[in-house]
């Protein structure tokens, strides 16, 4: 949960793209003045070593880097997590413990998923930043004074939440005094090609140098039009997967497959249900469960062929305008077929 | 000849930083814009700045309005800064926190910029 890299460095920023110069450039103007920041960007696109650098180029580096994961918790915890209690403030409270916000002090508290927080967790925050520092911990009626540089990150758009009342506007524009934004990877596929060059040599570091296959240029083509919804973490964890196993033109067509896959699930529910699968046509799971007391492959079939035979009667009855006598010639039935199939199907003229 | 003033105006509306850049240009400042906070601060910086004046909107991209001022104010504390704000917005009272030398809400005349800035630059 929290991560006291007091010696560490932490990884560069690396890329070309417009943004990531730009958001290197930031960091440089921003890292001295320790006003609050957030970062915002997609999951795993990198917001933790956007914190990382604005603290290590900033004079409170050497002191705490202490993170939060303000989705991870709940409410209560996070509260005492952040604030610290007193011995005996609630029970189970048999040590007085400190919270982040103080063992940030002189340093960095990282409020990881700032959009996932409570409303009246926010009321709090706000008022600790409003005092420059000050609140009590749980239980306690003495004020206690930290002096933290707060950076927060999300993934989440807090305008938008503002709007619906879940994000408190006094406390977006409070943190928000600096906004570094960072883009999705598919936004930057020029990144691509230095952030595969710079992870291969790190991972073959730590692979002992042994000598592995790594990604030939085509591999690289291929993964620079690849969308990588899970962004730079997702990169890092198909690297991996390449240097330990091998097979890298297998691998990229797994992912590409599972892309497929994905997008499959989340198409649009058109008419024809071009998207969805055959078990879902035939509606597997629920009018024709074998689970159910009714369930024979004979009626199964039945329903099946009647839903096939609705579609593509209402399908060619749409386009030929609901001329009978034109859609029975393209369906190849007789005119009297048809009327009755339409009566039996239940297929009604759409309304004038 | 007199030196003119010089104004660094911050403003990422385009149509406003247009007007107030040709309204001071035209009234004999020496005027440098910028449209986002990053930019502004970067001619700040910069060694030949001595800027007499900082005009400023409060909600920028990157860097906001806020941090500007609280910039500004650290490393030049006798320069002044006019915030321009949209109307009910709440970053106002963020502005004043960080010494903003007035802030005005938009909309505004010119005019009533331009006297305020004479009022500032003859304090």
Same mark, same amino acid.
């Given at each position: 949960?929290?991560?006291? #890299?007091?010696?560490?460095?932490?990884?560069?920023?690396?890329?070309?793209?417009?943004?990531? !110069?730009?958001?290197?450039?930031?960091?440089?103007? !921003?890292?001295?003045?320790? *006003?609050?920041? +957030?970062?915002?960007?997609? $999951?795993?696109?990198?917001?933790?070593?956007?914190?990382?650098?604005?603290?290590?180029?900033?004079?409170?580096?050497?002191?705490?880097?202490?993170?939060?994961?303000?989705?991870?918790?709940?409410?209560?915890?996070?509260?005492?997590?952040?604030?610290?209690?007193?011995?005996?403030?609630?029970?189970?409270?048999?040590?007085?413990?400190?919270?982040?916000?103080?063992?940030?002090?002189?340093? !960095?508290?990282?409020?990881?998923?700032?959009?996932?927080?409570?409303? #009246?967790?926010?009321?709090?925050? *706000?008022?600790?930043?409003?005092?420059?520092?000050?609140?009590?911990?749980?239980?306690?009626?003495?004020?206690?004074?930290?002096?933290?540089?707060?950076?927060?990150?999300?993934?989440?758009?807090?305008?938008?939440?503002?709007?619906?009342?879940?994000?408190?506007?006094?406390?977006?524009?409070?943190?928000?005094? %600096?906004?570094?934004?960072? #883009?999705?990877?598919?936004?930057?596929?020029?990144?691509?090609?230095? *952030?595969?060059?710079?992870?291969?040599?790190?991972?073959?570091? &730590?692979?002992?140098?042994?000598?592995?296959?790594?990604?030939?240029?085509?591999?690289?083509?291929? &993964?620079?039009?690849?969308?990588?919804?899970?962004?730079?973490?997702?990169?890092?964890?198909?690297?991996?997967? &390449?240097?330990?196993?091998?097979?890298?033109?297998?691998? +990229?067509?797994?992912?590409?497959?599972?892309?497929? &896959? !994905?997008?499959?699930?989340?198409?649009?529910?058109?008419?024809?249900?071009?998207? /969805?699968?055959?078990?879902?046509?035939?509606?597997?799971?629920?009018?024709?469960?074998?689970?159910?007391?009714?369930?024979?492959?004979?009626?199964?079939?039945?329903? /099946?062929?009647?839903?096939?035979?609705?579609?593509?009667?209402?399908?060619?009855?749409?386009?030929?305008?609901?001329?009978? $006598?034109?859609?029975?010639?393209? *369906?190849?039935?007789?005119?009297?077929?048809?009327?009755?199939?339409?009566?039996?199907?239940? %297929?009604?003229?759409?309304?004038? | 000849?007199?030196?003119?003033?010089?104004?660094?105006?911050?403003?990422?509306?385009?149509?406003?930083?247009?007007?107030?850049?040709?309204?001071?240009?035209?009234?004999?400042?020496?005027?440098?814009?910028?449209?986002?906070?990053?930019?502004?601060?970067?001619?700040?910086?910069?060694?030949?700045?001595?800027?007499?004046?900082?005009?400023?909107?409060?909600?920028?991209?990157?860097?906001?309005?806020?941090?500007?001022?609280?910039?500004?104010?650290?490393?030049?504390?006798?320069?002044?800064?006019?915030?321009?704000?949209?109307?009910?917005?709440?970053?106002?009272?963020?502005?004043?926190?960080? @010494?903003?030398? @007035?802030?005005?809400?938009?909309?505004?005349?010119?005019?009533?910029?331009?006297?305020?800035?004479?009022?500032?630059?003859?304090?």
């Amino acid at each position: 949960m929290s991560d006291n #890299s007091k010696s560490k460095t932490g990884p560069p920023i690396v890329g070309v793209s417009k943004n990531i !110069v730009r958001v290197r450039e930031l960091i440089e103007h !921003v890292a001295q003045t320790g *006003l609050n920041t +957030v970062v915002f960007g997609e $999951s795993g696109v990198g917001k933790e070593v956007v914190a990382q650098n604005l603290y290590q180029k900033s004079p409170r580096v050497g002191k705490p880097f202490i993170k939060i994961n303000c989705a991870a918790l709940p409410e209560g915890l996070l509260e005492s997590e952040l604030f610290g209690y007193e011995r005996g403030a609630f029970t189970g409270a048999e040590q007085r413990k400190k919270g982040k916000f103080q063992l940030a002090h002189s340093g !960095v508290l990282l409020l990881d998923e700032i959009g996932d927080m409570s409303l #009246s967790l926010q009321a709090k925050l *706000l008022h600790v930043l409003q005092s420059g520092g000050e609140f009590s911990p749980l239980g306690s009626e003495k004020e206690v004074k930290a002096d933290t540089w707060v950076i927060a990150a999300t993934n989440h758009d807090l305008k938008k939440e503002i709007k619906e009342g879940k994000f408190r506007e006094d406390l977006y524009y409070r943190l928000n005094i %600096i906004k570094i934004h960072l #883009s999705p990877l598919r936004e930057r596929p020029e990144d691509i090609p230095p *952030l595969i060059d710079f992870y291969i040599k790190e991972y073959t570091a &730590m692979l002992n140098n042994r000598h592995i296959e790594t990604p030939g240029a085509k591999v690289i083509d291929r &993964m620079c039009t690849y969308s990588w919804p899970g962004n730079v973490r997702e990169l890092q964890n198909v690297l991996k997967r &390449m240097l330990v196993l091998g097979d890298c033109n297998q691998i +990229v067509d797994e992912i590409f497959n599972s892309e497929r &896959m !994905v997008s499959r699930d989340s198409g649009p529910d058109d008419e024809l249900n071009h998207n /969805a699968s055959l078990a879902k046509i035939i509606d597997l799971g629920g009018r024709n469960s074998p689970d159910n007391q009714s369930f024979s492959l004979k009626t199964a079939k039945k329903n /099946a062929v009647e839903m096939v035979e609705r579609e593509i009667i209402s399908h060619v009855l749409a386009k030929t305008d609901w001329n009978r $006598s034109k859609a029975s010639k393209i *369906l190849k039935i007789s005119y009297k077929t048809l009327l009755y199939k339409i009566s039996d199907l239940k %297929i009604v003229p759409p309304e004038k | 000849m007199k030196k003119p003033f010089r104004l660094l105006i911050i403003d990422d509306a385009e149509e406003i930083l247009t007007a107030l850049t040709n309204f001071f240009t035209q009234k004999k400042y020496d005027v440098v814009s910028a449209a986002n906070g990053l930019d502004g601060l970067k001619h700040i910086e910069s060694k030949d700045a001595d800027f007499d004046l900082i005009i400023t909107d409060l909600v920028l991209p990157n860097i906001s309005g806020v941090a500007i001022i609280s910039i500004v104010k650290k490393k030049f504390p006798d320069t002044p800064v006019i915030a321009i704000t949209g109307w009910g917005e709440h970053p106002e009272s963020l502005a004043k926190e960080a @010494h903003a030398d @007035h802030v005005l809400e938009k909309p505004f005349k010119l005019p009533e910029l331009e006297q305020l800035v004479k009022k500032l630059l003859n304090r």
